[in-house]
């Protein structure tokens, strides 16, 4: 017997955690991951946005959303460049593996869609350039993902 999730349009409210950091940037990835919800029937009046400084603090907020019985799942975006110091290693390093955490500590999906880039063009690229909208690409993660649990219970 093969499980899997499917992208049938899901029941329950969506939450994105977004920082405000590069928010050029993450605001295309919010308008791909809307996009992505919107187009699979999860309408705007269902779709809540957290802004959270940057994406330390991205997990924290990410794993009490999780928690609180509101949402089906939660989607984290946001922006890491890398620049002239190692405090981008901290930062993408605290958001991924926090992000990680809050995932197996919550019931609902926690999902991942934190770009880490060296430049700001290779970020460009993924917030709706050549590279896709990887906003877009964690909302389809979030959708497969709530449909594959709603099997597995
Ligand atoms: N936050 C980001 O989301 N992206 C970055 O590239 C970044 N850089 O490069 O510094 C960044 N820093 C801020 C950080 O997320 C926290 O908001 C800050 O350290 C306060 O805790």
């Known amino acids: 017997m093969l499980y899997e999730g499917d992208f049938s349009s899901p029941a329950g409210r969506f939450v994105l955690v977004a920082a405000r950091f590069n928010g ?3 605001d ?3 308008a791909g991951a809307v996009d992505a919800l919107t187009r699979h029937g999860v309408g705007e009046d ?3 946005i957290v802004r959270v400084p940057g994406s ?3 997990p ?3 794993q009490r959303l999780g928690k609180s019985g509101k949402y089906a799942a939660v989607i984290c975006l946001g922006c890491v460049i890398r620049g002239d110091t190692d405090h981008y290693d901290h930062v993408a390093g605290a958001a ?3 992000t990680a955490q809050a995932s197996v500590n919550c019931d609902v999906p926690v999902i991942f869609g934190v770009l880490t880039c060296e430049t700001l063009e290779q970020a460009i690229n993924r917030a709706g350039g ?3 909208n990887k906003g877009f690409e964690a909302a389809v993660a979030a959708i497969e993902m709530v449909n594959l649990m709603k099997k597995l219970s």
């Open 46 to 48: 269902r779709i809540d």
């Open 28 to 30: 295309q990835l919010v």
């Open 130 to 132: 050549k590279a896709g």
């Open 56 to 58: 330390f603090e991205i």
């Open 96 to 98: 991924a593996s926090g």
């Open 60 to 62: 924290p907020v990410a």
């Open 24 to 26: 050029f940037v993450v």
